[in-house]
């Protein structure tokens, strides 16, 4: 069975920084073939166009709300992308300001081959404790930091230092989500969209599973291989359940019977799918999280939560 490719939902009030954040994330998208999905609230197209993308990859839908009148053309459009010749590593729905991404939930898990990764809400962090509060807008904002797996503080170059930490303490006291500082759209790749495997790439070696190319000093990240079987729903769970701020995970790990199970994580969300069918190699996990420092023994806490059997000595091979 092929392996649902990831859909990440960009949500975040208008003016937040999302179209801003997806050109930047396909500046740095290497190799992953990504495509983009972009709803403008309005008659008239322009989110598409603001996009630097090739315009077969981005496709948009205009002309109101996605998350409401959109749900046959979201569908649609699913459908014509899972038929595509080369298939995509990821697609990324970039929501009107006003949407509430928690709608397209629904719509995304009707679409065969297709499963939601993670919902991703911007708060600008000069605007975003007025907006909360404001008499129009107030509900529909709150509503969509309440949806987010993972919230992006953008345009954080805006406020100064004191102002940033206070809306930052303001945010984490009414968001389940981890919080992430960003601006310009300076967001990891990995952050939103996790590593891939493509039919293209070469087996990864034992021993040599490689850290994150983007090493940043506000990131911690850890790269490990994993000997031995593991529950792969379980894993999802307990990475998810991390007390510290994890912003992204994606594994493969083998069952008991050796087939491979891909595992996603955005913030507290989680799933589970078979690994697509050119995936080799054993078992391995890409994580990243809010802040630097190793956080080696939590991690190494949630994988050994998840064994199936007790494994000969360390199922770690490697740590970076
Ligand atoms: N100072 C500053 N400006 C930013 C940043 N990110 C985006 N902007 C600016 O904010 C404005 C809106 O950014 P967009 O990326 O278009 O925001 P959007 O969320 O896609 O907007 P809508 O499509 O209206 O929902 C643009 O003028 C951007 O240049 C940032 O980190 N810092």
Known sequence: MASPCPVTILGGYLGAGKTTLINRLLRQADRRRLAIIVNDFGEIAIDADLIEARTRDTISIAGGCVCCAFGNDLLDTLRTLRDAAEPFDHVLIETSGVA????????VSLAPGFQVAGIVVLADADGIRRLAGDAYVGDTVRAQLDAADLVLL????????????????????????????????????????????RASD???????????????????????????????????????????????????????????????????????????????????????????????????????????????????????
Request: some cysteine; aromatic content about 4%.
């Open 100 to 107: 509430l991404p928690r709608n397209l939930l629904a719509t």
């Open 154 to 197: 953008s345009k954080c170059d805006l406020p100064g230092a004191e102002a940033l930490d206070e809306v930052e303490q303001w945010l984490g006291a009414r968001v389940r989500a981890p919080i992430l500082r960003t601006s310009a759209g300076d967001v990891p790749p990995e952050v939103l969209l996790g590593e891939h495997e």
């Open 202 to 320: 070469p087996a990864p070696r034992q021993g040599a599973w490689r850290p994150f190319a983007h090493a940043d000093a506000r990131y911690g990240s850890a790269a490990l291989q994993i000997d031995g079987p593991l529950d792969a729903q379980r894993l999802g769970a307990a990475l998810a359940q991390l007390p510290v701020a994890l912003l992204r995970a994606k594994g493969l790990v083998a069952d008991a019977s050796g087939a491979l199970h891909a595992v996603q994580v955005v913030g507290r969300r989680w799933n589970t799918a078979p690994a697509p069918a050119h995936a080799r190699g054993g078992g391995r996990l890409v994580a990243i999280w809010a802040g630097s420092g190793t956080d080696r023994d939590t991690l190494l806490a949630a994988i050994g939560a998840a064994r199936i059997v007790p494994a000969p000595a360390s199922p770690i091979r490697s740590v970076s």
